[in-house]
């Protein structure tokens, strides 16, 4: 007859896991002794090496009692479904380790590749972080709410930077967020200047707007407005020069009629 010491260490187990297999029913708890022990015959060492095999296999304690009990054909058809279960968790797992090695920084979380290269090119033309990681999170609502359009809509951003003046918005509104000027900073009117100028070229040619990306969802643009007065409360100073010439909006620009 074996202490619970002998029983675990003959099983390769610990104390602490054969007293939790008494606690959910996995291994029968032995009466004590008239010297207070509990003493362990030969099936519990066999109950016990075969409850530690199973685990060690990654068989869930909750079924171990059931396949215990089992026959050869109950036996057999539980270690197949384990056996799916496990392969699907493997899969889990191995799709969670390809994403886990694409976040090589902060920007790359929920991010596909090409916003990724089009935040990088922003901080090649001189726009500062702040700015970068506004754009970042103002990327990360529309790869969600708009994943099938992001190679289409990046590749109008990239065409976009070609133009100087979008270059010179771009270091302009760093200049701006870092000086930590006010409402009356006369920068903000440069650039709004630059927006407009830009919004009429596009109205005339009939290319506002990215294309795949307004739906009609003013939840979504809403969302995406309101990131960028809570990420600079000067935005709305912006927002009242534009209406002043005639457009209203920031992510969906629209023309208004000031006759």
């Known amino acids: 007859m074996l202490t619970i010491g002998q029983l675990a260490a003959y099983a390769g187990v610990t104390t602490r896991a054969v007293r939790h297999y008494h606690q959910i029913g996995l291994l029968p708890e032995p ?9 362990y015959g030969t099936a519990a060492v066999v109950s016990l090496i075969k409850i530690r ?8 304690l909750s079924r171990i009692g059931q396949m215990l009990e089992a026959d050869a054909s109950t036996f057999a058809a539980a270690v197949q479904r384990i056996d799916r279960d496990l392969r699907d968790e493997i899969d889990r797992l191995e799709t969670s380790r390809k994403q886990i090695a694409q976040l090589t920084d902060a920007d790359s979380l929920a991010l596909p590749p090409e916003i990724l290269a ?9 726009a500062s972080e702040r700015i970068v990681e506004g754009e970042r999170d103002g ?12 190679p289409e809509v990046m590749a109008a951003k990239f065409a976009q930077l070609e133009d100087p003046r979008l270059v010179r918005l771009y270091r302009l509104l760093s200049e701006i967020v870092e000086g930590g000027g006010g409402d009356d900073d006369p920068r903000l009117v ?4 630059i927006m407009v100028e830009m919004a009429e ?4 040619a009939g290319e506002l707007g990215l294309t795949g990306m307004d739906d009609g969802d003013d939840l979504a643009i809403g969302l995406l407005d309101a990131l960028l007065v809570e990420a ?7 927002l009242d020069l534009m ?12 023309r208004l009629d000031l006759t």
Do not use: F, H, K
């Not at 095999?53 to 869930?60: E, I, R």
């Not at 070229?201 to 005339?204: D, K, P, V």
């Not at 209406?243 to 629209?254: A, N, V």
């Open 31 to 39: 009466e004590r002794d008239a010297a207070g022990y509990r003493r």
């Open 53 to 60: 095999t199973l685990a060690n296999a990654g068989v869930p």
């Open 118 to 126: 089009y935040l990088d090119r922003l901080r090649e033309i001189g």
């Open 139 to 150: 990327w990360i609502l529309v790869a969600a709410r708009w994943p099938q359009s992001v």
């Open 190 to 193: 440069e650039a709004v200047d």
């Open 201 to 204: 070229e596009a109205y005339a």
């Open 232 to 238: 600079d409360p000067r935005a709305r100073r912006v």
């Open 243 to 254: 209406r002043e010439r005639g457009w209203t909006g920031w992510t969906r620009l629209e």
